[in-house]
């Protein structure tokens, strides 16, 4: 067998040579093509493995005009929801040979734009990304790129191709209108500045929505941090609620995190929840089901955005499915879990 160094890999003409027989047949064994025996396929499959030999994926792209992976981009990496998402997405995309490229866009649009640009030119067999807003350029790069594009965790109102997600407008406003029900009026609505290309800008106004649409007011509006608003966040306002506004009777978050730091403080400070102030948050994390008391939260299933997402892109590059029968929009189910951080004002 061929002796080589490590500056000179092993090549699928190496085994070819070694099993004595043709390149063809080597590519063909390594697919499992039906054309190979299996008694043939054994035997050059122990010679590629005695060999060390990986094939040189870069070649075969070339050759089938097909890179062999999936772009997804997140905006944070310490976010369990978008682990849960990119790992549900990655095991069920690998069933198929294919693989995962990851970016992070740390909630940026001009980073999103950025690594949109420099992932088309790797010829991703489709991109998978959050929709939070995008730059027009960004826009107009997924629908110049020819590849399947599918925004994930919202419903926007003009999707650039498919969409997996649910409407954060709706759901806050459902989440509101149950706080309404339970018997709160003065609603604070807790988020970030500068969020306006961001689904908590939706969440932001499914709540308004609901407080008006009950004959309430939302001027209670308290806005600190930036995206992604934080634990650290949460807790400076609910060390500081009776700053913002003193009649506050609930406090509904954009998301879990900032509603677990309210709750902190506020039991710091001797407030009692939900006796005194009712707290509510968004998107049912870890620490919402644990915290004391349980935070009344809008539950999403991130790992269903993954695997609704990951079974779309592998029908839309399955060459015998019609595309044009592919409906372009999945909604995730979504639904609110009513816990002990709120209660029944009487």
Same mark, same amino acid.
């Given at each position: 067998m061929s002796q080589r160094g490590k500056?000179?890999?092993?090549?699928?003409?190496?085994?070819?040579? +070694?099993?004595? %027989?043709?390149?063809? !047949?080597v590519s063909r064994a390594m697919r499992a093509d039906g054309s190979v025996s299996q008694n043939t396929r054994d035997r050059i499959l122990k010679i590629v493995s005695k060999m060390n030999y990986v094939p040189d994926q870069m070649a075969g792209s070339l050759s089938t005009k097909r890179s062999g992976f999936v772009a997804t981009l997140v905006p944070s990496l310490n976010n369990v929801?978008? +682990?849960?998402? %990119?790992?549900?997405? !990655?095991?069920?995309?690998?069933?198929?040979?294919?693989?995962?490229?990851?970016?992070?866009t740390d909630y940026s649009m001009a980073r999103e734009e950025q690594l949109v640009e420099s992932t088309l030119k790797r010829r991703p067999e489709a991109i998978?990304?959050?929709?939070?807003?995008?730059?027009?350029?960004?826009?107009?790069?997924?629908?110049?790129?020819?590849i399947p594009v599918i925004e994930l965790w919202d419903t926007p109102a003009k999707p650039i191709g498919y969409t997996v997600g649910?409407?954060?407008?709706?759901?806050?406003?459902?989440?509101t209108e149950k706080l309404i029900e339970l018997?709160?009026?003065?609603?604070?609505?807790?988020?970030?500045t500068n969020d306006e290309w961001t689904r908590g800008a939706a969440r932001r106004t499914g709540f308004k929505n609901a407080m008006e649409a009950a004959g309430l007011s939302a001027h209670r509006m308290i806005r600190f941090g930036t995206p992604p608003m934080s634990i650290k966040d949460g807790h400076h306002i609910g060390q500081n609620l009776d700053q913002y506004y003193d009649d506050i009777d609930c406090v509904f978050c954009v998301s879990d995190s900032p509603a677990f730091g309210v709750l902190t403080a506020l039991n710091e400070k001797g407030v009692k929840v939900p006796s005194d102030v009712g707290v509510a948050g968004f998107g049912n994390f870890e620490v919402s089901r644990y915290a004391m008391p349980?935070?009344?939260?809008?539950?999403?299933?991130?790992?269903?955005?993954?695997?609704?997402?990951?079974?779309l892109v592998i029908r839309l590059l399955d060459d015998k499915q019609d595309q044009s029968k592919e409906p372009k929009k999945y909604q995730i189910?979504?639904?609110?879990?009513?816990?002990?951080?709120?209660?029944l004002v009487k």
């Open positions: 500056s000179n890999p092993v090549t699928m003409e190496d085994v070819a040579r +070694a099993a004595g %027989v043709s390149r063809m !047949t929801h978008y +682990a849960k998402m %990119v790992q549900a997405l !990655t095991e069920t995309i690998e069933t198929t040979g294919l693989q995962i490229l990851l970016g992070h998978a990304l959050p929709f939070d807003g995008h730059t027009d350029r960004t826009i107009n790069l997924l629908k110049q790129a020819q649910f409407s954060n407008e709706h759901a806050s406003f459902l989440m018997g709160y009026k003065n609603i604070a609505f807790v988020c970030e349980s935070i009344t939260t809008v539950k999403v299933d991130p790992a269903e955005v993954g695997r609704v997402a990951a079974e189910d979504i639904s609110l879990s009513i816990r002990d951080s709120t209660r």
